[in-house]
């Protein structure tokens, strides 16, 4: 599990290493006698000045995972709790709408980049791993309709990780429990009376996918990883397995979309659906259920109104598979 570092804790060894700097520089002035006074007139400023600058940088990035947190609380108020929609697809539209790689950043890039990217992550972990808690914090309808700073460090806690600005900023690597989440018998190939993808994609073509799928994020292991080509073959041939070693989808408009269009092409069947949902072969975000006829239909539909944002992207890959395979 990748480490979260808080802002403030980035921030600190920066400073400490100017108040060092700036000190030993005052003790070289102070050991002059002559430059006594110039000590006085310009270091004590050039110190103020430092420390309001950190102070600045530390306030203006110190909440950056509370605000993305509340801003979780405020849309789960709004869809799940007035019953507008189900949490699993409060978690998808949440997680869409933080996609940092569809945020135009002005400054700091890369920087603001790899902190969304963390902070993201983080409240998906909290959102799926800890659903029953994080549920039990949201439901409530706290003063000011935001989630109180003290509620966002429970939260943090549920996740072993130190909140903004304290404690240790390590992760807790939970051991392994004795007992199997998961039931001991081993995966199954798909039942006779059940449809399959009828694939005709290769090795290089599976390969290809999976680099487009790592790329928009579309499905990811149960451990929240990048799905390698075995995982993706075993899909494909409808390879059947337990709720917590099912593939996890995260984004169900782009998987129709690059299915779909797999379909188009007559690289899989055209009832690409039907051995997704008989089959069980993908989980919903919360891993509590599997994905159903209905997910996978409304997400069908939804794709074909409004091409997603990565439909660019996929067709790129669609088009060097279809060169492969010289289809026309």
Not at 151 to 179: Q, V, Y
Not at 188 to 211: H, P, Q, Y
Not at 266 to 293: C, G, M
Not at 301 to 322: C, H, L
Request: hydrophobic share 35%; net charge neutral; proline share 4%.
């Amino acid at each position: 599990m990748q480490t979260y570092l808080a802002p403030k804790k980035r921030l600190r060894p920066l400073l400490v290493a100017c108040i060092i700097f700036l000190l030993a520089v005052l003790l070289v002035l102070f050991l002059l006698p002559s430059h006594l006074f110039l000590v006085i007139d310009i270091g004590i400023p050039i110190i103020i000045v430092a420390l309001l600058v950190t102070w600045w940088l530390s306030r203006k990035h110190l909440d950056s995972l509370y605000l993305m947190m509340n801003n979780a609380y405020i849309r789960y108020r709004q869809g799940v709790a007035s019953q507008m929609i189900d949490y699993d697809t409060f978690v998808g539209n949440f997680m869409e709408e933080n996609d940092p790689d569809r945020q135009h950043y002005r400054y700091w890039r890369h920087m603001r980049h790899h902190t969304d990217t963390l902070n993201r992550n983080f409240v998906h972990r909290l959102l799926t791993d800890h659903r029953e808690e994080a549920e039990r914090y949201f439901s409530q309808d706290y003063e000011g309709h935001e989630l109180p700073l003290e509620k966002f460090k429970e939260l943090c806690e549920l996740n072993k990780i130190a909140p903004i600005g304290e404690g240790k900023s390590e992760t807790t690597k939970e051991k392994p429990s004795s007992g199997n989440c998961c039931p001991t018998s081993k995966p199954s190939k798909t039942e006779d009376n059940r449809r399959s993808f009828e694939s005709v994609l290769t090795d290089k073509d599976t390969e290809l996918l999976v680099e487009c799928i790592n790329k928009l994020g579309i499905i990811e292991t149960s451990e929240h990883e990048e799905i390698t080509t075995e995982d993706l073959k075993d899909f494909l041939d409808s390879v059947s397995k337990p709720e917590c070693q099912s593939l996890v989808l995260i984004k169900n408009k782009e998987f129709a979309y690059l299915f779909k269009s797999l379909s188009a092409y007559r690289l899989i069947a055209a009832q690409w659906q039907a051995p997704i949902y008989q089959n069980h072969l993908l989980v919903t975000f919360s891993k509590k259920k599997y994905i159903t006829r209905q997910n996978l239909s409304v997400s069908a539909n939804k794709a074909v109104e409004v091409p997603p944002d990565g439909a660019q992207v996929t067709d790129q890959y669609i088009d060097t598979i279809r060169q492969l395979h010289r289809l026309k």
